[in-house]
């Protein structure tokens, strides 16, 4: 190849994948600009870093080509040929494209990646195909090319899907959401066994293990519901109906399992709910910080406050009390006689 040629070609293919970029109106690397700048500049804090590998190799092979006998040749375009279906694969949300076929799920099948390797990896071996194609045709046996092309690629999608963790899963996390009473959340979950299932409810909870109230700071009582439907799981349709319900509280109640919808919530007092019923039960006329405080009393008696942190309402609630030192600050400032009576008025705290 004459080096004209060569730096035609080398030409080509550095603007192509920025352009690409440009049009599909991906962002910089670093989120913000245009990709097509952030491409076009092949230094380590741009995203032409990820350009060069491809780039390089391209322009080598187009350059060895040439000297190759007819086979040898026939071979690399094939090979070539494979690397772009490999980089056109990585553009592609695999795990969507998958969930599409295997599931109900009504959203599009294809999205594109924003993969920068993806891209450059495509562009610079799909043009450098057409290239070599275009200059010096050679025969190879349709089945050994169409073997050389795909068996990369189906390689990859293979590897991908099945190194996919979430896709090893027996369920998949859906929409979640709250409700109008602050503390209660739901959690809608697909799910791939059914309900009669003799590992069902024991691999439901092993996955919600770290999903569970105790790690969400703004939910203290939780309704999973479980559908065997993922557009329904994770649209939220309000008239879905899920084939089972479990109910997680923060507080240590006992989980509890139920056949189709069930109320969580209604027969279940949780943190907030009960904080709010103490102050409610208190006399108005006492200043807030002695409501607070006898709140605080009422609410810790049972609370036991481990020494390491716990995401959980009432633990952290009982820990930022600080009820000696609060007791020491309402003396001050009310004077214990005062404080006392206060204290006793309208009987004992209500009981928890």
Known sequence: MSKTALFVLALVLWITPA???????????????????????????TGGIFHVPSFVAALVLANLYFGLPDRAAALLRAGILAAALVGLAQLFNLERLYLSITTDVQSSPFRLHRNYFGLCLLTDAAITWLWLTATRRTKLNRIAA?????????????????????????????????????????LWLYSRL?????????????????????????VQDLAVYFSNSLDVARDYRHDGEPFATLCLYEDGTSAAWHTGRADCFSEHENF???????????????????QAYRVALAICADVEVPKAYVDNEAVNYCRHASLDKKLLELESKHGAEALKSMLDSEGEPPET
């Open 194 to 218: 059914p309900p009669e299932a003799p590992e069902f409810r024991a691999t439901a909870l092993k996955f919600l293990h770290s999903r569970g109230p105790e790690h969400d700071p703004n």
């Open 19 to 45: 352009v690409v970029a440009g049009i599909l109106g991906w962002p910089g690397i670093w989120g913000s600009g245009s990709a097509f700048g952030d491409l076009i500049v092949p230094a380590p804090i």
């Open 272 to 290: 907030h709910e009960r904080l709010m019923r103490h102050f409610d039960e208190l006399p108005d006329e006492l200043p807030r910080e002695v």
């Open 146 to 186: 169409l073997a050389i092309a795909l068996l990369p690629v189906t390689a990859y999608v293979t590897l991908a899907l099945t190194t996919n963790d979430r896709l090893q899963e027996d369920f998949l996390r859906g929409s979640p959401g709250y409700s109008e009473q602050r503390g209660d959340g739901f």
